[in-house]
């Protein structure tokens, strides 16, 4: 987990936030290690216009990336994790 810079130590909404994204990671992983190669190829969410297959997302997941973080909520929101 990651460590949170000192301003955001007494706000509990940054902190649950932050707790939710690293079980949320921990999720995709975990299904996404599970996958068949030719399912990792499909098409899983769509964000800002672009479609992300279970290969693309992982590598943006993995680098933590702002790209990575609303996958991860797109996947959230439609319940795939």
């Given amino acids: 987990m990651k460590v949170l810079a000192s301003k955001h130590i007494y706000n509990p909404l940054n902190i649950q936030k932050s707790l939710l994204n690293t079980m949320s990671k921990e999720r995709f992983i975990k299904i996404y290690a599970d996958l068949a190669e030719d399912i990792r190829k499909e098409i899983i969410a769509i964000v800002d216009d672009k479609p992300y297959t279970w290969n693309s997302a992982y590598v943006e997941i993995q680098a933590d990336s702002e790209l990575g973080k ?9 319940q795939i994790i």
């Fill in 70 to 78: 609303k996958i991860l909520k797109k996947l959230n929101e439609m």
